[in-house]
């Protein structure tokens, strides 16, 4: 616990304040000149051979490896997954694509056939109507004859 010279080196007042408090007064001696000095723990002393030394590269040297052989399997893995992702993306591209091209191509088609239906119906109308023109021309021409 302590020693006598702790005891010694210590000093404790007491002292009875207002309002029923009281008041501790801890007073510490000197600081010693010399502190202890410090123990120092020895550790074993370990004879280190060649064998131990190479043993202990060679596992770090395999350590190494390791890890780097774990890094280049996880670079590949994330490389192979964006590989997956863009040829996805390229799938998908292509087959908007087509689907796009095929919309617009009937589109485009069913125009046109309406196109050519309008223009049939207005090439039959102006023949009605250059026949009827014809026909009025005639009458007249066949009247004006008549009158002659």
Same mark, same amino acid.
């Given at each position: 616990? *302590?020693?006598p010279t702790d005891a010694d080196a210590t000093e404790i007042r007491c002292q009875e304040?207002? &309002? $029923? $408090? #009281? &008041?501790f007064d801890v007073i510490l001696a000197d600081p010693a000149a010399t502190p !202890? +000095?410090? &123990?120092?723990?020895?550790? !074993?002393t370990r004879t280190k051979s060649v064998e131990n030394i190479e043993e202990k590269l060679k596992a770090a040297e395999e350590r190494r490896l390791s890890l780097e052989a774990s890094k280049i399997a996880s670079i590949a893995a994330k490389l192979s997954k /964006?590989?997956? +992702?863009? %040829? %996805?993306k390229d799938e998908q591209t292509s087959v908007f694509i087509t689907q796009t091209k095929e919309a617009l191509d009937q589109k485009m088609e069913t125009h046109v056939e309406k196109?050519? +239906?309008? #223009? *049939? /119906?207005i090439k039959t109308k102006l023949k009605d109507h250059w026949d009827s023109i014809e026909k009025t021309r005639q009458t007249l021409e066949k009247q004006t004859l008549e009158l002659r």
């Amino acid at each position: 616990m *302590s020693s006598p010279t702790d005891a010694d080196a210590t000093e404790i007042r007491c002292q009875e304040q207002s &309002k $029923g $408090g #009281l &008041k501790f007064d801890v007073i510490l001696a000197d600081p010693a000149a010399t502190p !202890p +000095a410090p &123990k120092r723990t020895q550790s !074993p002393t370990r004879t280190k051979s060649v064998e131990n030394i190479e043993e202990k590269l060679k596992a770090a040297e395999e350590r190494r490896l390791s890890l780097e052989a774990s890094k280049i399997a996880s670079i590949a893995a994330k490389l192979s997954k /964006i590989e997956e +992702a863009s %040829k %996805k993306k390229d799938e998908q591209t292509s087959v908007f694509i087509t689907q796009t091209k095929e919309a617009l191509d009937q589109k485009m088609e069913t125009h046109v056939e309406k196109r050519d +239906a309008y #223009l *049939s /119906i207005i090439k039959t109308k102006l023949k009605d109507h250059w026949d009827s023109i014809e026909k009025t021309r005639q009458t007249l021409e066949k009247q004006t004859l008549e009158l002659r």
